[in-house]
């Protein structure tokens, strides 16, 4: 009886688990691509300031 029990329970943390992974793995995701948004805001306005400098 208590060999059943604990195996139900490796199994719910097994799925747990399994769940969880994937979950920070679409986090993840998203804060990469935000990463490159932030990277490529910030490369256009160094280009801009660059332009403007260039053109006093």
Known sequence: MQ???LEERVEDLEDWKKKTNGHLERIEARLNGI?????ATL????VDL???LAGR
């Open 50 to 52: 660059i332009l403007r």
């Open 3 to 5: 060999h059943a029990r």
């Open 43 to 46: 490369g256009g306005v160094v």
């Open 35 to 39: 990463g490159w948004g932030i990277a």
